[in-house]
């Protein structure tokens, strides 16, 4: 019987650490996701300030060649 015991003993612990390992796992999924947004998010910021970015240099250029011409 002290087997039989032991025996469930051992296996409850690792059930328990299967589930301990299933919720990390499921968290780590979780912050996988939220990493992958937040990095979608930044790339489209970035798009968005190189847009901007380009549409000033076109207009200081007319600008740039006038003064180099004067």
């Not at 919720?23 to 998010?41: M, S, V």
């Given at each position: 019987?002290?087997?039989?015991?032991?025996?469930?003993?051992?296996?409850?612990?690792?059930?328990?650490r299967l589930e301990?390992?299933?919720?990390?796992?499921?968290?780590?999924?979780?912050?996988?996701?939220?990493?992958?947004?937040?990095?979608?998010?930044?790339?489209?910021?970035?798009?968005?300030?190189?847009?901007?970015?380009?549409?000033?240099?076109?207009?200081?250029?007319?600008?740039?060649?006038?003064?180099?011409?004067?």
């Amino acid at each position: 019987m002290s087997d039989l015991k032991k025996l469930e003993s051992r296996i409850n612990a690792a059930l328990s650490r299967l589930e301990a390992a299933e919720a990390g796992h499921l968290e780590l999924t979780k912050e996988n996701a939220r990493l992958r947004a937040d990095l979608e998010e930044q790339k489209n910021q970035r798009q968005s300030d190189l847009e901007e970015l380009e549409r000033l240099l076109d207009q200081l250029k007319p600008l740039i060649e006038e003064g180099e011409n004067a």
